[in-house]
């Protein structure tokens, strides 16, 4: 019984070595190119501009740094982008060069961001400045830091003004080594005259470090709306530093938001345990209403816990990008294990044997092929490969 057991193991193994795999690093890679066009579309909300790799993104970048802001033009990401951490100058440097459309990235990330802001006026994250727009999820991963006074930076952008950005998250470490910071996961400044700005259904888990005005969502704001969202990442400054927000108006305080401490007694202190629970921050993230994009709870390897995530944000679990490579190898092998098992039931007494013994047999092939799949799995998603 043992020998057919250990057979039928070694034919996993060797089913796992002859799935075909696809490296993904160069997927959507940035070279340092810039594009000349975009991918397809035409800006409509019918027909939306397309981007589908870093030249492209590049091109959107080097647009709006021109002055064309895509003032009601909007565009999708079809593909994820790995920047390859080539240096990133970001989207819309300015106030009066911001970058006014919307911004739909379909659940795909962007990744090995390296964002390094030394010149005024200091607005540092994928996205310098957005106003008047949305962005929508979408997940940045990689590095935003700014040098000089008054900078304002976040994962997403570093200012928003009359901006709804939703279903986003961050996996970049930002900091800040200025005077007189706005430093957040998610934004850094929301001005006051911004109370149309809504931040929403966000998370960071990137370490944020700023001299004050430091947040894991938000650094300073002052008239924004911030609920549905949590923060697992290390926060640090000076004054005015929160796991939320950094400073802002009592009447604009976050609500129904929350962060990891096992130490806290503050209400939206929630612990590693209760973030991995669906019956609790997953359950508040969600609740009341019936289109959350909240998904479930699912092992977060940047994070190395595991935590509520979206419905369809794919990528959202790796810095190298990993969630949804995960989810497919996982599937593709789960399939192999059922074929497996199933195979092994001819083999295993049962017809002209103990039955008991078969049953027995099996369930204890179906455990072990089980867990020697989910392990295959993450070592492929940390690989970065992906079973086709």
């Not at 074929?339 to 001819?346: D, H, S, W």
């Amino acid at each position: 019984m043992k020998k057919r057991i250990g057979s039928l193991l070694l034919i996993l193994a060797l089913c796992f070595t002859l799935l075909p795999t696809a490296a993904l690093a160069s997927d959507g890679a940035c070279n340092g190119s810039i594009a000349t066009a975009f991918a397809g579309g035409s800006g409509t909300e019918s027909d939306p501009y397309q981007i589908d790799d870093g030249a492209q993104l590049a091109y959107l970048a080097s647009e709006v740094n021109k002055g064309q802001t895509y003032e009601n033009s909007y565009f999708v990401l079809t593909a994820d982008i790995d920047l390859n951490n080539e240096e990133w100058t970001p989207i819309g440097p300015s106030e009066s060069s911001a970058y006014t459309g919307t911004f739909d990235g379909q659940g795909h990330t962007v990744k090995n961001l390296s964002v390094t802001v030394n010149v005024q006026p200091g607005r540092a994250g994928l996205f310098g400045c957005v106003k008047d727009g949305t962005i929508r999820k979408l997940t940045v991963a990689g590095s935003v830091s700014c040098t000089v006074d008054q900078g304002w930076c976040g994962g997403i952008a570093g200012y928003a003004e009359r901006e709804t950005i939703e279903n986003c998250a961050s996996l970049c470490t930002v900091s800040y080594t200025g005077k007189d910071a706005r430093v957040g996961g998610i934004v850094g400044y929301v001005p006051s005259s911004s109370s149309m700005t809504i931040i929403c259904d966000c998370y960071n888990i990137g370490n944020i470090t700023g001299s004050s005005d430091t947040g894991g969502i938000c650094g300073y704001n002052l008239s924004g709306r911030i609920f549905n969202c949590y923060n697992v990442g290390e926060i640090t400054g000076g004054n005015y530093v929160s796991k939320i927000v950094g400073y802002g108006q009592a009447n604009n305080n976050p609500t129904n938001c929350y962060y990891l401490s096992d130490t806290d007694t503050d209400p939206a202190a929630k612990t590693a345990a209760e973030f991995a629970d669906r019956t609790v921050v997953l359950k508040l993230l969600k609740a009341g209403r019936n289109d959350s994009p909240w998904d479930s709870c699912q092992y977060v390897a940047t994070a190395g816990i595991t935590l509520p995530v979206f419905n369809g944000q794919g990528d959202a679990h790796n810095a190298n990008g990993g969630r949804q490579e995960q989810l497919r190898v996982t599937k593709q092998l789960f399939v192999v294990s059922e074929l497996l098992v199933g195979q092994a039931a001819k083999f295993l007494p049962g017809k002209t044997a103990n039955k008991e013994i078969a049953r027995d047999n099996i369930i204890i092939l179906k455990g072990t092929v089980q867990r020697q799949t989910i392990h295959f799995a993450r070592i492929v998603a940390d690989k970065r490969h992906i079973v086709l």
